[in-house]
């Protein structure tokens, strides 16, 4: 039986996260300059949606550009710019026709008005969609991320719109990019680094990890149904004893 087969329907993550990594070393490995990892990783990037896409992942938010990765050397950054604007041209239709709904996260005002206009025509064109939620993070930073959310809710305060007694979990949740998402189960990333690299910290406080050494631009639907399967073996605690879970009863 093949892994796609032995997936389960009903144990499903609501919410997939990837940190796509690897494409420079990618690349390096085949003679080639950074770029063309890049370009060769949007192929990764259609097998995963459709993936998700066939065995009906709700949610799948995929780490593009962090804000660290606005220090790279120029032209690598102008080459990923134009590469985000080709790739969502070019897959506007197809995802229309999948049925898939375009989200973005991140510090969006920082990116070049091109990139902007582009993603947001996807996003607009897409938003009636009800199958699959693409939510791509660009220029983004967790960090920033919950450092945007105390000052949104600081204001609040000093507003009066909030009180500091009703602050809890739900509220910072809301003052999130993420907040009409739920948290990922699982998060993915590739290329054998063991790091969070500043992606989704408060969002991922539960999610079940996994990596593998696959360079991003290798990683194949195969590869997605590996990690997917490999979740489902996994017993979610959340601090109880094993013998508690409903299952086990
Ligand atoms: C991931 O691949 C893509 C981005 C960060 C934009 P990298 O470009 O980080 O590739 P490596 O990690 O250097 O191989
Ligand atoms: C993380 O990859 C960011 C993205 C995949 C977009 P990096 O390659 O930038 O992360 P580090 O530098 O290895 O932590
Ligand atoms: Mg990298």
Redesign the pocket.
Known sequence: MNVKEKILKNKLPLHIAII???????AKKKGNR?IF??KS?VKAVKETVEAAGEIGIKYLTLY???TE?WNRPKVEVDA?MSLFISAVKNETENLIKNNVRMKAIGNLETLPNSVLENLNEIIDKTKDNTGLTLILALSYSSRQEITNAVTKITKKITSGEISIENINEEIISDHLYTNEFPDPELLIRT?G?FRISNFLLWQISYSELYFTDT??PDFSKEDFFNAVYNFQQRERRFGKTSEQLPDKK
Do not use: C, P, V
Not at 20 to 26: L, P
């Open positions: 796509m990594d690897g494409n420079g070393r990618w950074r990892g890049h990783g593009a550009f962090s990765n990923l290329s680094e360079l991003w």
